[in-house]
């Protein structure tokens, strides 16, 4: 388990570009036959991937949990980006294809992973959060999930919003996730941007080709950064940060939230006129 810790925005000031990475981005997450987490210490949440490939690949609790099973006192959303593959909860299994999701509510002790097809394995990337209740496991396809169409093709920003753990399809405690798919010939996430201090979010960019990155700008709004992220990284963004991006090429992405609210549309919209 990779441990960061939050980061005061003063002090973002002060990071140059490796330091920056070192803190915000999560690299090498779908390692064959790996569990990778990152713990953050920003609303507590863990980002994880895993490719099993030879192996079923368990879930395990940790020192830094203080639990006797991962789940004891956690929720959790996994998202297929690769090929299908099985989620076995406490023996039953669930199959994924890809862009397919799991929401699994605190309390089930046992968690793998597994590949139908090991010369084309899954790839399981999946958020945890803090939870106070347990709710029913529930497994969605693209059809499932409640559909947002925004952008404007003179910005660039076309985009279908698909929101998975969302108060209008289904309960969880904290946890809010889904993904976004760019149309083609938009390369522009969440611009205009804004920020949103009652919630944290992590953003999965996936479905890139080698040569293509996405410059994820985060930062105050008038202290912007940004980040060269590839296929499979991720970007923790604290919740006093901006979080968008533009790519190179085409791309998708999966959001993932904690904080004090789940309410999607609680935004602090940044006007272009003070970005800096």
């Known amino acids: ?84 593959g099985v989620v076995s909860v406490d023996g039953k299994g669930y199959e994924l294809g890809k862009k397919e999701c799991l929401y699994i509510g605190m309390g089930p002790k046992q968690v793998s992973f597994a590949s139908a097809d090991r010369n084309d394995p899954a790839m399981f990337y999946f958020n945890s959060t803090p939870a106070h209740s347990a709710y029913p496991i529930v497994k969605l396809s693209l059809n499932d999930a409640q559909r947002v169409d925004l952008g404007d093709p003179l910005k660039a920003n076309v985009r279908t919003i698909y929101q998975f753990i969302h108060p209008k399809v289904l309960k969880s405690c904290q946890l809010v996730m889904g993904l976004t798919i760019l149309a083609p010939g938009s390369n522009w996430n969440t611009m205009p941007c804004h920020t949103h201090d009652r919630r944290m979010e992590v953003y999965l960019y996936f479905d890139m080709p080698e040569e293509v990155v996405v410059f994820h700008l985060m930062g105050e709004p008038q202290e912007t950064r940004h980040i060269v992220v590839r296929n499979g990284q991720a970007v923790i963004s604290p919740s006093w940060s901006l979080h968008s991006g533009v790519g190179t090429g085409s791309y998708t992405f999966i959001w993932g939230m904690a904080g004090e609210n789940q309410t999607f549309t609680d935004m602090d919209d940044v006007p272009m006129s003070v970005l800096k």
């Open 1 to 84: 388990m990779d441990i960061r810790y939050a980061v005061h925005p003063d002090h973002m000031k002060t990071l140059d570009t490796q330091k920056i990475r070192e803190q915000f981005l999560v690299e090498n997450l779908f390692v064959r036959d790996s569990l990778n987490m990152v713990y953050s210490h920003i609303d507590r949440i863990i980002t994880g991937g895993v490719s099993p490939v030879n192996e079923i690949v368990e879930l395990k609790g940790t020192k830094e949990l203080g639990v006797d099973f991962f789940l004891q006192r956690r929720e959790m959303g996994i998202i297929n980006i690769g090929a299908a």
